[in-house]
């Protein structure tokens, strides 16, 4: 069983805040867990708690139940993947992927066994006897990465391991470690500040701002129910749209944007959840996917389309929406130009609240 749980963990510098503040987290035998969040929330200097790299301030971490708090690094029986790579130039990428066994005295058979086995795994057989100065970037991420399968850990931690590749080339990498998983069943950590990336990858997914996790998740109800605003526009790409207005009662409870320019009606069950934020302050999020050309609710909006992005299979427009910048996702249209007035339609039901003074989501 590979286990890890992060109990009451804190991380303080003299003369900052707390760079991670009171975690707790538990992540299962072998599950794909990524943190993610934007740069400077504590995602990274947790996962170097985990592996020691870091001492913490506070709290406890245990890796197969046993606290590793004072454990050396060498010795927690992790393996980490940085976003250099970290390569010994001077060696081939064999001796790369060998140097931690033979620091360990492993046998030169069993040191064999275990490299080729992690080479046929990322299909790099080919390049055992080249330098890392020979190979591409994507090609030292492989490397990097069987040096740590060949040490066959409790936990992989992965720190941004694809942040120095190209964007077709993160896509590969993407479908190939999450492949990777399934094949050797570990147990990994992943840090990125790309939420893509954490979508596409993780089982769950951890979500840090300021040193403190703001929702822990499967992908799929961390986008469709997000425990507060910061969540909901972290979450999704393009990022969701919010606006400001009043819960009000004028025929009926709805929804009135602070410049009038929207009004949004509830059925029954949202009537009921809402009516104690009756004349209070709120926040619609709306996500992109919700504004279509084509009529989808009762609500709808005028806007001045300030440009337009064609991406073949989808089309994203931009515009000023009373004192905020949106963006809707829909359909390829050809009858949109670079700009111009349009009308776009709500779906009503896909329409998320927040409460204005604390951000956190107004559930139904």
């Known amino acids: 069983m590979s286990t890890v749980k992060l109990i009451n963990v804190s991380k303080n510098y003299k003369g900052k805040d707390k760079a991670v503040d009171n975690v707790n987290l538990e992540i299962n035998n072998k599950e794909f867990v990524v943190l993610v969040g934007p740069s400077g929330c504590g995602k990274s200097t947790t996962l170097r708690m985990i592996a020691g790299l870091e001492e913490i301030s506070d709290g406890q971490i ?101 942040s120095n590749l190209d964007a077709k080339l993160r896509v590969q990498m993407r479908a190939e470690i999450k492949r990777l998983h399934q094949r050797i069943e570990a147990t990994i950590i992943y840090v990125t500040h790309d939420q893509v990336e954490a979508m596409t990858m993780g089982d769950r997914i951890v979500v840090m701002k300021d040193g403190i996790i703001q929702q822990v998740d499967s992908p799929l109800n961390l986008y469709n129910n997000p425990a507060n605003k910061f969540v909901a526009g972290f979450i999704g790409s393009p990022a969701m749209n919010f606006i400001p207005g009043k819960i009000m009662n004028d025929n009926g409870l709805k929804f009135v944007s602070r410049g009038n320019s929207l009004i949004i009606t509830f059925d029954e069950i949202k009537k009921a959840a ?3 934020f009756l004349g209070k302050d709120v926040v619609a999020g709306i996500r992109p996917e919700s504004l279509s050309t084509n009529p989808v609710g009762q609500a709808k909006v005028m806007v001045n389309v300030d440009v337009v992005e064609q991406l073949g299979n989808e089309s994203f427009l931009y515009f000023q929406f009373e004192d905020s910048q949106f963006v809707a996702r829909t359909l390829p249209n050809n009858l949109i130009g670079n700009a111009g007035k349009i009308t776009l339609y709500i779906n009503d039901n896909s329409v998320l609240f927040f409460s204005e003074d604390r951000n956190e989501r107004i559930y139904f």
């Open 62 to 162: 245990y890796i197969d139940g046993k606290l590793v708090n004072d454990i050396p690094p060498k010795d927690r029986d992790i393996a980490m993947v940085f976003q250099n790579y970290a390569l010994y130039p001077h060696m081939t990428v064999y001796d790369n992927m060998a140097f931690g066994l033979k620091l360990r005295n492993f046998s030169k058979d069993e040191i064999k066994e275990r490299v080729n086995y992690a080479a046929k795994i990322l299909e790099i057989e080919e390049l055992l006897n080249k330098k890392p100065k020979h190979l591409s970037g994507g090609q030292r991420q492989r490397v990097a990465v069987g040096r740590a399968i060949v040490r066959k850990p409790k936990v992989f931690l992965f720190d941004e391991p694809l």
């Open 274 to 276: 809402l009516a104690s």
